[in-house]
């Protein structure tokens, strides 16, 4: 298991359907060492913090395996397309677990549950039936508390202590 990219953004202001939006889901890979703390990565912040960030959704995973499902559909993607800040590979929702313990870099993390997103997803792509086809493709991703603060970097490793709880995808489909 990987950590193949390490994506960050900042909160912008763009224009959609007429109004003026805050967000933060443009991400960009970036390059070296990258301090992870208790809320957030360096470099990176959520536009609205009544429904994005906070401990139990510090860092937005995204597995690389469903990029080519996306490009048949979307065309090209770079990291970071989704708005995830770690693009990994090796964890998917039918294997990962609620509770899981990932240990990258010198941070440490857990797994706390699978990503619904929000309208900005249809910023992102210009589409308004983005959110319903990223929820019936069941390709969602997952969000991590941070155990331990650290430094990441693209590259490391993931080493994975399972727990016993759900899968990512069975607590999807339960809700």
Request: net charge positive; glycine share 10%; hydrophobic share 40%.
């Amino acid at each position: 298991m990987k950590l193949l990219s390490v994506n960050v953004g900042l909160p912008r202001e763009v224009e959609w359907q007429g109004r003026s939006v805050l967000t933060s889901i443009f991400k960009e890979p970036v390059s070296g060492r990258v301090r992870v703390d208790r809320l957030n990565l360096d470099g990176d912040r959520q536009a609205d913090l009544t429904v994005h960030g906070g401990f139990a959704k510090a860092v937005y995973v995204y597995p690389s395996e469903h990029y080519s499902y996306w490009r048949e559909h979307l065309g090209e993607l770079a990291p970071g397309a989704f708005g995830e800040n770690f693009t990994t590979e090796g964890l998917l929702e039918e294997t990962v677990r609620i509770g899981d313990r990932l240990r990258i870099g010198s941070a440490e993390f857990v797994v706390t549950q699978p990503r619904t997103p929000c309208f900005k997803l249809q910023i992102r792509f210009g589409r308004l039936d983005m959110v319903r086809r990223f929820l019936r493709s069941g390709r969602l991703g997952f969000y991590l508390a941070v155990a331990r603060e650290g430094e990441v970097e693209k590259g490391g490793e993931i080493a994975l202590a399972a727990s016993d709880g759900m899968t990512v995808a069975e607590m999807f489909r339960r809700r």
